[in-house]
Structure formats: structure tokens, C-alpha cells
């Protein structure tokens, strides 16, 4: 079998409208993705420069924040679904009816998220520590740093309707724009630089929450300025009757439990990683925010995938959907080696910069080799969940192939590695890639099937 994938692979790589569109939707992604985390990573080094209590708080905090974040974009990734094939066929009626459900969905989340955060802090902080010192730093930046949420989720929806509809540049000016703001306003506001408060972890949190608003502001008023497919009237983005619900609901609660399902996964992770202890999680934080550094290419192709692969079976055209289905994976095996060879030569190196103490640096270069060794197979699952199965409108498949490898194998190794073997948090954190490799494997077979092919607004 994957000889004969090797072979088609071969075929199809030459196609210049391929890399032409694959190129213009995926590098502003890209771009946008490598300045978020390389500015978050600056971010993450300066909080570490008060200590390893702070990094730890911010850290845990930002892990309720990461269940906001996959929720919102299971919603706009679930409308994004309907939106690129709307597209394939130019059906702009339904793509304002479609945005403006994921813009009411995620103002909903907003809320639901934004409270408990605001209310009861210190309960969400204590679920992932019992260090009463990074449970009071944590409540702190969390009860203000989520009123941010909000903004977020209007800049989410904006952005994934704009990439659906081939249009990737705008939502990855701002957000520079926006990532740059943030990072000199923590500067100032974590430090008391430039003639501002010092204010620690609470003065990062204020930068997030004015770098949101302004970020959310800008694309709105861009997206009205042009008056694009998005800039609907109020009228036609709120269109959206009980017949129209009913034929999109399935697909965008599949998206949404998926993202939600890995998110909590990811969480549960974090807790094990937590009772570990306090070094166990800075050690982890800071391997989380290096290896985003190095993924963000692949995320940007993936995300080129599902727009690329929605566009042409709206369109009907199922043949070349599958083939660029091939392409994709070919070419994330490729880049895949160039920055699994990357990571692990940098990883000493970018460590260093953190102030941290030498058992934390050690377990985080141990366990940034351990994802560059399996980088391949993680690169794979991601164009293949995140893209093409997405893209395709396969969403249901996605949701239980992630449900099954994260819950079954990769949260009960980690558990079993952790409190019963008690292991170093780098085994542990191996441990977790069996899922990745049980994943592999079922996603490729699907792909092979040629089942994941659904034309999703055809009756629409």
C-alpha cells in the first residue's frame, strides 16, 4: 500500500496551480503563525524572567484559556467547512448565513468561558496545581485576561471566513500588527519599562486584553471596507432558520467536539504534567512553546489543505480534490524531515535563553528530541485531521479517530506513566506518542479509501 502511495505521490507533484494556490492561502498563515509564536515564546521568556512560580501560573492559566481557544476554532473551522465549499460553488448568500453562525457561536462561547474565569479563578487554577503561590499568580492573570476572550473570538471568526474564502492576507496583518502591540506592551506593563506600571503577570494580562480589542477592531472594519463576501447586512447574517441549522449542525459539532475532545485530552495532559510538580509544567511549557515555532508551517498547510480541498468538491471537482490530497501528504513528509532535523539541533541552543534552573532545561531539550523523532508521524496526522478529512467533509471520522487515540491510549499512557510507574515527566511525555502512532495508521487507510470525499452543501 505505501508503495502505490509513493508512486501516485510522484505523478501529481508537478502541477503549478497547485503550488500557486496552496502558496497564497498558506504562507500568510504561515507568517501569521510563526510571528504568534515566536512572539508568544519572547512572551513566555519574559514572565520566566520572574521566576519559575510566574511561568508556571501563566502557563496554567493560558491551559483554560487553550480550551476557549479550541473551541472557538472548532466552530469557525466547522463553518469553515460549509464556507470553503460555498465557495467552490460562489454561493455567497449561504457564506454570510454561514459566518454569521459562527460569529453568534463563539460570542456565546465567549461568555460561557469568561465568566467562571472571572467568578472563581482560583477553582480552575487549583484543578492543574497545589502550589498555593502559582494558584494565586494564576487566578490573578486569569481573572483579567479574560475579558479578552471575547475580542478573540470575533478576530477567530473573521479570520478562518476570510481563509475559506482564499483570502489569508488580511487576518495575518493584523494579528501581526496586534502580536507586535502585545509584545512591547509586556515589556513595559511586566517590567514597568518605558515609563509604565510594573505590574508582572498582571501587566501581561492587560497587554493581551488591548492587543485583542485592537486586533478584533481592525479586521472588522477591513472586512467592511472592502465589502467582500463577509460584509453582510445584519439581515443576512442573522438568516439562519431551523432547515438551514438542521443541514450544518452535525458537521459543526463534529469539528467542535473533535477540537474539544483533543483539547481536553491536552488538558488532562497538563494536569498529570502539573501533579508531577511545578518544574514538571515549566519544563513542559516551554517545549509546548518551541515546537509551535517549528509546526507552525505545517499547521499553514493544513489549513491550505481543507480551504483547497472544500473549494473543489463544492465545486465537484472530486478527482482533483483527491489528488491534491496526495500532494499534500507528500509534501508534509518532506518538510516534515526538514524540521524535525531543525528542532533537534536548535533545541540546546533556544533552551538556554530561558531562566530556569538546569533540571527544568534538561527534561525540556529531552522531551523537544522526543517530538523531533516523531515529528514525521505527527506531521501526517495533522494534515490529515486538521486538512484533509476536514477539508473533505469527513468530520465524524476525524472526531473518533481523535477520540479513540487521545482518550484510550495517549491520556491512559500518560496516567499509568506518571502515578504508577512514576516516571520522569520526559517518559511520560514519550509515552504520549503511542497515540500519535495509532492515529497514523487509521488515518491513512482512510485516506487510501477515497471514503472521506463529501460533498457537504450540495442539497444546501
Given at each position: 500500500?505505501?508503495?502505490?502511495?509513493?508512486?501516485?505521490?510522484?505523478i501529481?507533484?508537478?502541477?503549478?496551480?497547485?503550488?500557486?494556490?496552496?502558496?497564497?492561502?498558506?504562507?500568510?498563515?504561515?507568517?501569521?503563525?510563526?510571528?504568534?509564536?515566536?512572539?508568544?515564546?519572547?512572551?513566555?521568556?519574559?514572565?520566566?524572567?520572574?521566576?519559575?512560580?510566574?511561568?508556571?501560573?501563566?502557563?496554567?492559566?493560558?491551559?483554560?484559556?487553550f480550551?476557549?481557544?479550541?473551541?472557538?476554532?472548532?466552530?469557525?473551522?466547522?463553518?469553515?467547512?460549509?464556507?470553503?465549499?460555498?465557495?467552490?460553488?460562489?454561493?455567497?448568500?449561504?457564506?454570510?448565513?454561514?459566518?454569521?453562525?459562527?460569529?453568534?457561536?463563539?460570542?456565546?462561547?465567549?461568555?460561557i468561558?469568561?465568566?467562571?474565569?472571572?467568578?472563581?479563578?482560583?477553582?480552575?487554577?487549583?484543578?492543574?496545581?497545589?502550589?498555593?503561590?502559582?494558584?494565586?499568580?494564576?487566578?490573578?492573570?486569569?481573572?483579567?485576561?479574560?475579558?479578552?476572550?471575547?475580542?478573540?473570538?470575533?478576530?477567530?471568526?473573521?479570520?478562518?471566513?476570510?481563509?475559506?474564502?482564499?483570502?489569508?492576507?488580511?487576518?495575518?496583518?493584523?494579528?501581526?500588527?496586534?502580536?507586535?502591540?502585545?509584545?512591547?506592551?509586556?515589556?513595559?506593563?511586566?517590567?514597568?519599562?518605558?515609563?509604565?506600571?510594573?505590574?508582572?503577570?498582571?501587566?501581561?494580562?492587560?497587554?493581551?486584553?488591548?492587543?485583542?480589542?485592537v486586533?478584533?477592531?481592525?479586521?472588522?472594519?477591513?472586512?467592511?471596507?472592502?465589502?467582500?463576501?463577509?460584509?453582510?447586512?445584519?439581515?443576512?447574517?442573522?438568516?439562519?432558520?431551523?432547515?438551514?441549522?438542521?443541514?450544518?449542525?452535525?458537521?459543526?459539532?463534529?469539528?467542535?467536539?473533535?477540537?474539544?475532545?483533543?483539547?481536553?485530552?491536552?488538558?488532562?495532559?497538563?494536569?498529570?504534567?502539573?501533579?508531577?510538580?511545578?518544574?514538571?509544567?515549566?519544563?513542559?511549557?516551554?517545549?509546548?512553546?518551541?515546537?509551535?515555532?517549528?509546526?507552525?508551517?505545517?499547521?499553514?498547510m493544513?489549513?491550505?489543505?481543507?480551504?483547497?480541498?472544500?473549494?473543489?468538491?463544492?465545486?465537484?471537482?472530486?478527482e482533483?480534490?483527491?489528488?491534491?490530497?496526495?500532494?499534500?501528504?507528500?509534501?508534509?513528509?518532506?518538510?516534515?524531515?526538514?524540521?524535525?532535523?531543525?528542532?533537534?539541533?536548535?533545541a540546546?541552543?533556544?533552551?538556554?535563553?530561558?531562566?530556569?534552573?538546569?533540571?527544568?532545561?534538561?527534561?525540556?531539550?529531552?522531551?523537544?528530541?522526543?517530538?523531533a523523532?516523531?515529528?514525521?508521524?505527527?506531521v501526517?496526522?495533522?494534515?490529515?485531521?486538521?486538512?484533509?478529512?476536514?477539508?473533505?467533509?469527513?468530520?465524524?471520522?476525524?472526531?473518533l479517530?481523535?477520540?479513540?487515540?487521545?482518550?484510550?491510549?495517549?491520556?491512559?499512557?500518560?496516567?499509568?506513566?506518571?502515578?504508577?510507574?512514576?516516571?520522569?515527566?520526559?517518559?511520560?511525555y514519550?509515552?504520549?506518542?503511542?497515540?500519535?502512532?495509532?492515529?497514523?495508521?487509521?488515518?491513512?487507510?482512510?485516506?487510501?479509501?477515497?471514503?472521506?470525499?463529501?460533498?457537504?452543501?450540495?442539497?444546501?
Amino acid at each position: 500500500m505505501i508503495a502505490s502511495i509513493t508512486a501516485k505521490m510522484q505523478i501529481l507533484m508537478i502541477d503549478k496551480e497547485f503550488y500557486r494556490t496552496m502558496l497564497k492561502i498558506s504562507i500568510p498563515i504561515i507568517i501569521q503563525s510563526f510571528v504568534a509564536s515566536s512572539l508568544n515564546m519572547i512572551d513566555t521568556i519574559m514572565i520566566g524572567r520572574l521566576g519559575e512560580e510566574p511561568l508556571a501560573a501563566v502557563g496554567i492559566a493560558n491551559q483554560y484559556f487553550f480550551l476557549f481557544n479550541l473551541t472557538v476554532i472548532g466552530i469557525c473551522s466547522g463553518c469553515g467547512v460549509f464556507i470553503s465549499q460555498f465557495w467552490g460553488k460562489k454561493d455567497i448568500g449561504n457564506i454570510r448565513r454561514t459566518h454569521g453562525l459562527s460569529l453568534s457561536f463563539v460570542t456565546v462561547a465567549a461568555i460561557i468561558f469568561t465568566l467562571p474565569a472571572i467568578f472563581i479563578p482560583e477553582k480552575i487554577i487549583s484543578v492543574f496545581n497545589i502550589d498555593s503561590a502559582v494558584i494565586g499568580l494564576g487566578a490573578k492573570y486569569l481573572g483579567l485576561v479574560s475579558i479578552s476572550y471575547i475580542f478573540t473570538g470575533i478576530t477567530f471568526a473573521y479570520s478562518f471566513s476570510l481563509r475559506s474564502t482564499e483570502n489569508a492576507i488580511p487576518p495575518m496583518t493584523v494579528s501581526t500588527v496586534a502580536l507586535l502591540l502585545n509584545t512591547v506592551l509586556n515589556y513595559g506593563l511586566i517590567f514597568g519599562n518605558m515609563g509604565l506600571p510594573k505590574m508582572g503577570v498582571v501587566g501581561a494580562a492587560v497587554a493581551t486584553v488591548i492587543a485583542r480589542l485592537v486586533e478584533s477592531v481592525l479586521l472588522v472594519a477591513y472586512v467592511y471596507a472592502i465589502k467582500g463576501p463577509l460584509a453582510g447586512k445584519l439581515r443576512e447574517l442573522a438568516d439562519i432558520d431551523a432547515k438551514f441549522m438542521g443541514k450544518v449542525k452535525h458537521i459543526i459539532m463534529s469539528v467542535v467536539l473533535n477540537e474539544a475532545c483533543w483539547g481536553f485530552g491536552f488538558v488532562a495532559y497538563s494536569v498529570v504534567y502539573g501533579r508531577i510538580g511545578t518544574q514538571a509544567i515549566a519544563a513542559v511549557q516551554i517545549c509546548n512553546t518551541i515546537q509551535n515555532i517549528f509546526l507552525v508551517v505545517i499547521f499553514g498547510m493544513a489549513s491550505a489543505s481543507a480551504v483547497m480541498i472544500g473549494n473543489c468538491i463544492g465545486a465537484g471537482e472530486e478527482e482533483k480534490a483527491r489528488d491534491n490530497a496526495y500532494r499534500f501528504t507528500a509534501l508534509g513528509v518532506v518538510v516534515g524531515l526538514f524540521i524535525a532535523a531543525m528542532l533537534a539541533l536548535a533545541a540546546p541552543l533556544i533552551v538556554s535563553f530561558f531562566n530556569i534552573s538546569g533540571a527544568v532545561a534538561r527534561a525540556a531539550v529531552i522531551m523537544l528530541y522526543i517530538t523531533a523523532g516523531s515529528l514525521i508521524v505527527r506531521v501526517f496526522n495533522i494534515l490529515m485531521i486538521v486538512g484533509i478529512l476536514r477539508g473533505g467533509g469527513d468530520t465524524k471520522f476525524s472526531l473518533l479517530t481523535e477520540a479513540f487515540t487521545m482518550w484510550f491510549i495517549g491520556v491512559t499512557a500518560a496516567v499509568i506513566g506518571a502515578f504508577v510507574l512514576r516516571l520522569p515527566v520526559y517518559w511520560v511525555y514519550a509515552l504520549v506518542i503511542l497515540e500519535e502512532i495509532a492515529k497514523f495508521a487509521i488515518v491513512l487507510y482512510r485516506l487510501v479509501s477515497n471514503k472521506w470525499i463529501k460533498n457537504i452543501v450540495h442539497n444546501i
